[in-house]
């Protein structure tokens, strides 16, 4: 009888026998990975067009055990008899130096393979698929000595990274138990043997043997009897697997110094249910997920002649044979593929590998080979079963079932729930019941108490409508006669205003022949001017008789009002005293309301006409007393009236705008609209300032809107108006704001789309570019589509003023770092660069801008390359007439040769030459800039 595996000499690393000293080494043939030259290459097994595995398909992996000290002698020198070919997952099988067999696989591992490698690579998804709820097998064949045993069970107690598959697949699922926060696992597990055709258990050995059972509903095979062990933590582990390694049967044999003499099996059972939590339903599931990982150690198949067995090792040698070739037949007979009949009861290995192949399982096999030549033969037959395992395809399920525990606690806590839930309607159903009996009770009284003061009101209904008649005819009368008065004095301050104008027009033109006058004689111009200041005595004495007759007319107005106020009063007093009832003092107090604001409201419109002819006075006087100057100290439209204060601010404004070019800072540039629809740079119009300020006062209580509204009207002339208040509103900051909110974006928008007239389309353009220096309005404007419509209108511009708005929209969109590939993808640099061909210099400063500000965004090597600028940017730097768009220009060369992306593009284009002017130069923004990027190694290296 072979004796226990613990009373025989320790294994290495592959299982082998060594004397439990050595350690494996690989050996390295330095051969090419194809044969040479004039091999031949006998395939027995046709490559898979993919590497990934086929769902359900049994995987096959390969792995050689390298080569141990004691057999190097063996090996020598010569070329390797077996070559893995890891990278295409191949194994050659060489025979001699014209014959090579070639095997392709799921998996090939080479010697130098680790233990976590094969885990990770080919066992980890069976295992993953177990915890799931599938089947799964994992199982090593191969000769015996090839290293099975150490690829799977090795416990790992010397050295912690040659822990075998089954220590790694227990800490896989116990990792992936402490994770799933949403489940409750048991996870148990039995350990037995097939030895000499008997099952026998491993953690209880004093068991008779075991009998194999098979469930007529779910056709699962099992061992009745066997003991099965609750695994909580990866120590409870190790001890079971250690007194089942304990028991295993081993002998001393030629080949391997501990051979297996017996199949091992370990099933691994692993349910899951859902976690109870007082807040389930019925809509929650109730069912539980069973998985089964089987992983089989099977005995190494063994010539006599080679291992030297005799008596008890010679009847194991036989079983275990036996038993493989069993298996093989199955594996034949399911690869040919709707086999009669399977021959799963010729041995019961094949009885237990039931569900493992041709069954609902996923396997794995690992076929085990040698690297001597003496074992070429076992070799190839054990590369050629796992030719045949390849092909056999498995109908994997998850498995699931109903847990009753779980689904009457659920039924139990939803009944609890619906009771509660009719006790509350019962009680609601009650306490609105009486609730309704109330509110019937209150709706009689209303009903009764409604129908008594309807025959009141009807009553005094008849009352007040002979009174209203009579004040509303009173009313009516006082309103005809004040009306007619104040047409009356309308009529005649019209008047009074065209006699005026008429009076301003004959001193106008008069003027105009004093000054023709005055360049012949300069005593024809005192006389002109004696004559002028003798009209303008004529129009202040007709001012003041107006002033005198409208004062007159204000108290003879005031004299009316008084009166009727009196006779209101007079009514008031006899209506009160002619009635007693309250309610008809109400309504009489009503009408005398109505009369009250009648009167207020003829009051006020009497005000509002005096009003007007007080602006008209005001107005003559204004021009009396620009006629009263000599026309030589009157302004003129090429005169500057701006105040000093205002000027000084502008060239501050100006100079601040020049100083920090170079800066960290992208450069944004708003615009101010002229009366002629022409633009300048916000802050070179000084003028501009208190135009807005004027503008922005009178619209807050006028509203964007009713601005907004005029952008649709037809009269072209409205909309260019209107469209010129919006632009120069948008040039300052505080007013864009709610520009965007009231809808300026969308109405600009419509405006470019709709409109063909040139000088409205420019201010619009210019209205956007002042939007534009507003992070989050750049923003809005790439999602409306701003970018395609600026596109658009830039094909058709032909204005230098029109394709300078243009251009100063996109070169504030070029300081976003966000939106640089939307400008990329909507065609706008491409738009720059075309318009850097431009003459004039307006245009060329905004696209230079835009260029500085593109680059400075830009991280890595920037579109601009890529779209031909680099050209145009030495071209605008080496204008030395134009400061600023050479300015812009420096600064945009600088940033692009400063990234090392840009390197080549910088070399072929020639900018390194102006680079080296730069900084030689004079511009102390850029010396430095330019003098960092030419002593760049990059850059040194090439000269």
């Not at 028991?247 to 099933?267: D, E, G, M, P, Y």
Request: proline share 3%; with cysteine.
């Amino acid at each position: 009888m072979a004796t226990p595996r613990s009373n025989s000499p320790s294994r290495n690393a592959f299982g082998s026998s060594s004397g439990g000293v050595n350690t494996p080494r690989s050996t390295s043939t330095g051969r090419s990975n194809r044969p040479a030259s004039g091999v031949s290459s006998r395939p027995t097994s046709a490559r898979r067009k993919d590497d990934k595995p086929v769902d359900g398909r049994v995987r096959v992996a390969v792995r050689l055990r390298p080569v141990l000290p004691a057999e190097e002698a063996e090996v020598g020198d010569r070329a390797a008899t077996i070559e893995v070919e890891s990278e295409v997952k191949r194994v050659l099988v060489k025979r001699d130096l014209w014959d090579c067999d070639s095997y392709q696989y799921d998996n090939a591992f080479p010697g130098t393979s680790s233990q976590r490698r094969l885990y990770e690579e080919f066992c980890s998804p069976v295992v993953e698929s177990v915890v799931k709820g599938y089947n799964g097998t994992i199982m090593a064949y191969g000769q015996t000595g090839t290293g099975k045993t150490h690829t799977l069970g090795n416990l790992g107690h010397e050295d912690a990274s040659q822990r075998g598959i089954v220590v790694r697949a227990m800490e896989h699922v116990l990792n992936t138990v402490t994770e799933d926060t949403a489940g409750q696992y048991k996870i148990s597990l039995s350990y037995l043997q097939l030895y000499m055709e008997c099952v026998l258990d491993l953690l209880e050995p004093t068991k008779e043997q075991l009998q194999i059972s098979e469930d007529p509903v779910t056709g699962e095979v099992y061992c009745a009897g066997a003991k099965v062990v609750e695994v909580n933590d990866l120590e409870g582990l190790l001890t079971i697997l250690k007194i089942g390694e304990d028991h295993r049967v081993v002998a001393n044999q030629r080949l391997n110094a501990t051979s297996s003499r017996s199949h091992s099996l370990l099933i691994i059972n692993i349910r899951r249910l859902p976690k109870q939590t007082a807040e389930m339903g019925l809509t929650e599931s109730v069912t539980a997920t069973k998985g089964k990982l089987l992983i089989v150690d099977l005995a190494g198949s063994e010539r006599i002649a080679k291992s030297g067995s005799e008596g008890q090792m010679l009847e194991e040698a036989k079983f275990i044979n036996l038993s493989l070739t069993a298996l093989g037949k199955c594996i034949n007979t399911i690869a040919e593929g709707n086999p009669s009949h399977i021959p799963y009861r010729d041995s019961k290995l094949t009885r237990m590998l039931k569900d493992s192949f041709g069954g609902t399982a996923r396997t794995s096999l690992i076929v085990c080979i040698s690297p001597l030549r003496s074992h070429i033969s076992e070799t190839s037959s054990a590369l050629q079963f796992g030719q045949r395992a390849i092909k056999i395809e498995n109908t994997t399920k998850i498995r699931e079932e109903v847990d009753l525990k779980l689904l009457n606690y659920r039924l139990q806590a939803e009944l609890d729930r619906t009771n509660n839930l009719y006790e509350q309607a019962v009680s609601s159903m009650q306490r609105l019941a009486k609730e309704a009996m109330q509110d019937k009770k209150k709706m009689e009284e209303a009903q009764a108490k409604c129908l008594e003061a309807e025959h009141q009101v009807q009553a005094e209904k008849v009352i007040q409508e002979k009174i209203v008649a009579q004040y509303r005819q009173m009313m009516a009368d006082s309103e005809m006669k004040l009306r007619a008065e104040a047409d009356e004095k309308v009529s005649m301050e019209r008047g009074l205003k065209k006699t005026v104008e008429a009076q301003l027009l004959q001193v106008e033109e008069e003027r105009a022949r004093e000054q023709e006058v005055a360049k012949q004689a300069a005593a024809k111009q005192d006389r002109d001017q004696a004559m002028t200041a003798q009209q303008l005595a004529q129009t202040q004495t007709l001012l003041q008789e107006l002033r005198t007759t409208n004062a007159k007319e204000a108290e003879e107005h005031s004299r009316q009002v008084s009166a009727k106020e009196a006779l209101v009063r007079q009514l008031q007093d006899a209506m009160a005293a002619g009635e007693s009832s309250a309610a008809a003092a109400a309504a009489k107090e009503a009408v005398l309301a109505d009369a009250r604001g009648e009167a207020a409201k003829l009051a006020q419109d009497y005000r509002i006409l005096l009003q007007e002819k007080d602006v008209l006075a005001h107005e003559n006087i204004r021009l009396t007393s620009q006629l009263a100057a000599h026309p030589a100290t009157l302004p003129t439209p090429s005169q500057d009236p701006e105040p000093e204060t205002h000027r000084a601010r502008s060239v501050r404004h100006s100079r601040r705008g020049n100083s920090d070019i170079n800066n960290q800072e992208t450069l944004s540039q708003g615009f101010a609209v002229g009366e002629d629809g022409n633009t300048a740079p916000k802050g070179q119009w000084t003028q501009h300032r208190d135009a807005v300020s004027a503008v922005s006062k009178l619209f807050e209580h006028v509203g964007l809107s009713t601005v907004f509204g005029l952008l649709k009207y037809d009269d072209r002339d409205v909309r260019l108006h209107a469209v010129k208040v919006i632009a120069n509103l948008a040039a300052e900051e505080e007013n864009q704001v709610n520009i965007v909110q009231e809808g300026g974006l969308e109405a600009l928008f419509d405006l470019l789309q709709s409109c063909t007239d040139e000088m409205t389309l420019r201010v619009a353009a210019g209205a956007i570019a002042n939007l534009a220096m507003s992070e989050a309005n750049q923003n809005r404007i790439v999602q409306d589509g701003g970018l395609e419509l600026l596109v658009k209108l830039s094909l058709s511009a032909q204005d230098s003023q029109t394709q300078r708005m243009i251009a100063g929209a996109i070169a504030n969109l070029c300081g976003n770092a966000n939106i640089l590939d939307k400008l990329q993808n909507s065609g706008s640099l491409r738009m720059l660069v075309e318009l850097s061909n431009s003459e004039h210099v307006d245009v060329l400063s905004q696209v230079a801008r835009g260029f500085a500000n593109n680059s400075k965004c830009t991280k890595g090597k920037t579109n601009l390359i890529e779209l031909g600028a680099l050209p145009a940017i030495l071209h605008l730097a080496s204008k030395t007439s134009l400061t600023t768009v050479r300015k812009h220009a420096m600064l945009a060369l600088c940033q692009i040769a400063s990234c090392a992306a840009n390197v080549d593009q910088v070399r072929s284009s020639g900018a390194l030459q102006m680079l080296t002017e730069i900084a030689n130069s004079q511009w102390d923004e850029f010396k430095q800039m330019a003098a960092t990027v030419v002593s760049n190694p990059i850059y040194q290296c090439t000269k």
